[in-house]
C-alpha cells in the first residue's frame, strides 16, 4: 500500500516537473524562433521587455545543461557598444549564441563561430544583424572617398571585407558616391557581404540552409529608435544560388 501511494507521488512529481520545464530550443522550428526574436524586438521597442532568463534558477540551470538545447539563434552583430544584443531582442542566459566583432564583418574566426552555433549549439537561425552610425562602415567609406585618416596596424586588415560592399553601395547610387548619405546604404550592402562571405567560407552552412534546417536572415538595428528592420529574404537565397555557381567557393565542410 505505502509503495503504492509513493509511486503515485513519484508519478505525479515527474508530470509537474515536466510540464514546468520550458521547451528545449532543439524542438524550436526556424518560424519559431524567427518568431520569438521578432517579438522580443517588439516588446524591447514599446518599453514592454520582460527580461526573460535572467534569475537564479536560469543560472543554475546554465551550470547543470547544454546550451544547445535552449539557445534558438546565433547572431553576428558589431562590437559597438549602442547594440546590447541580448536587451534588443528580449532575451536571456543560454537564449542567444552571439558573435561581435567591429563591422560584423565574417572572416575564418568568424565563420567558425557561427559554425559551432549553427552546427553544435543547434541554432536553426542565424542572423547577420548590421546597425545604423557604424563606425566600420563609416570608416571604410570614408577611406574610399579619399577622405579617410590613419588607423592602427590591425584595424585595416580587420574591416577590408567591408570595402566591396562600400563600393557595390557607390555604383548603385552614383549620385551619392561621394557624400556622407551613401553610408546607410553602405551598411546594408555590408550586411548582404556578410552572408556572401559566409557562404564562400562555410559548405556546412550552405548545406545546412538548403536541407532547411536552419536559415540565414539579414537585419538593421537603429541605435537611435530601438528597431530591427528584417531585410528581404529572397536577397539571402540569391546569394545562395550566386555562390553555388562560384567556382571559389569552399567546398569541403569538415576538417580534417
Same mark, same amino acid.
Given at each position: 500500500? /505505502? %509503495?503504492?501511494?509513493? +509511486?503515485?507521488?513519484?508519478?505525479?512529481?515527474?508530470?509537474? &516537473?515536466?510540464?514546468?520545464?520550458?521547451?528545449?530550443?532543439?524542438?524550436?522550428s526556424?518560424?519559431?524562433?524567427?518568431? +520569438?526574436?521578432?517579438?522580443?524586438?517588439?516588446?524591447?521597442? @514599446?518599453?514592454?521587455?520582460?527580461?526573460?532568463?535572467?534569475?537564479?534558477?536560469?543560472?543554475?540551470?546554465?551550470?547543470?545543461?547544454?546550451?544547445?538545447?535552449?539557445?534558438?539563434? &546565433?547572431?553576428?552583430?558589431?562590437?559597438?557598444?549602442?547594440?546590447?544584443?541580448?536587451?534588443?531582442f528580449?532575451?536571456?542566459?543560454?537564449?542567444?549564441?552571439?558573435?561581435?566583432v567591429?563591422?560584423?564583418?565574417?572572416?575564418?574566426?568568424?565563420?567558425?563561430?557561427?559554425?559551432y552555433?549553427?552546427?553544435?549549439?543547434?541554432?536553426?537561425?542565424?542572423?547577420?544583424?548590421?546597425?545604423?552610425?557604424?563606425?566600420?562602415v563609416?570608416?571604410?567609406?570614408?577611406?574610399?572617398?579619399?577622405?579617410?585618416?590613419?588607423?592602427e596596424? @590591425?584595424?585595416?586588415?580587420?574591416?577590408?571585407?567591408?570595402?566591396?560592399?562600400? /563600393?557595390?553601395?557607390?555604383?548603385?547610387?552614383?549620385?551619392?558616391? /561621394?557624400?556622407?548619405?551613401?553610408?546607410?546604404?553602405?551598411? %546594408?550592402?555590408?550586411?548582404?557581404?556578410?552572408?556572401?562571405?559566409?557562404?564562400?567560407?562555410?559548405?556546412s &552552412?550552405?548545406?545546412?540552409?538548403?536541407?532547411?534546417k536552419?536559415k540565414?536572415v539579414?537585419?538593421?538595428?537603429?541605435?537611435?529608435?530601438? +528597431?530591427?528592420?528584417?531585410?528581404?529574404?529572397? /536577397?539571402v537565397?540569391?546569394?545562395?544560388?550566386?555562390?553555388?555557381?562560384?567556382?571559389?567557393?569552399?567546398?569541403?565542410?569538415?576538417?580534417?
Amino acid at each position: 500500500m /505505502k %509503495k503504492s501511494i509513493l +509511486k503515485n507521488v513519484v508519478s505525479a512529481c515527474c508530470l509537474v &516537473t515536466l510540464a514546468a520545464a520550458p521547451a528545449l530550443a532543439t524542438d524550436m522550428s526556424i518560424d519559431d524562433a524567427l518568431k +520569438k526574436l521578432k517579438d522580443g524586438n517588439t516588446r524591447f521597442v @514599446n518599453g514592454k521587455s520582460q527580461h526573460p532568463h535572467t534569475d537564479t534558477a536560469r543560472l543554475i540551470q546554465a551550470g547543470k545543461e547544454d546550451q544547445g538545447d535552449h539557445a534558438y539563434a &546565433t547572431v553576428i552583430t558589431c562590437s559597438d557598444s549602442r547594440v546590447p544584443v541580448e536587451r534588443i531582442f528580449d532575451a536571456g542566459i543560454m537564449d542567444l549564441f552571439i558573435i561581435r566583432v567591429a563591422g560584423n564583418v565574417i572572416d575564418t574566426d568568424e565563420a567558425g563561430s557561427i559554425e559551432y552555433g549553427l552546427a553544435h549549439v543547434n541554432t536553426p537561425v542565424f542572423v547577420v544583424l548590421g546597425h545604423t552610425q557604424c563606425g566600420a562602415v563609416t570608416a571604410v567609406t570614408n577611406e574610399v572617398q579619399g577622405h579617410g585618416h590613419a588607423l592602427e596596424l @590591425n584595424i585595416p586588415p580587420l574591416v577590408d571585407n567591408i570595402e566591396p560592399a562600400v /563600393k557595390r553601395a557607390m555604383e548603385q547610387h552614383p549620385k551619392l558616391a /561621394k557624400s556622407h548619405d551613401i553610408i546607410p546604404y553602405a551598411i %546594408k550592402e555590408n550586411v548582404w557581404q556578410g552572408v556572401t562571405d559566409l557562404f564562400m567560407r562555410s559548405a556546412s &552552412t550552405r548545406q545546412l540552409v538548403k536541407d532547411g534546417k536552419a536559415k540565414v536572415v539579414g537585419a538593421i538595428y537603429d541605435v537611435g529608435t530601438g +528597431k530591427i528592420e528584417w531585410l528581404d529574404q529572397g /536577397k539571402v537565397d540569391t546569394i545562395l544560388a550566386e555562390v553555388e555557381k562560384n567556382p571559389k567557393r569552399q567546398m569541403e565542410a569538415m576538417a580534417d
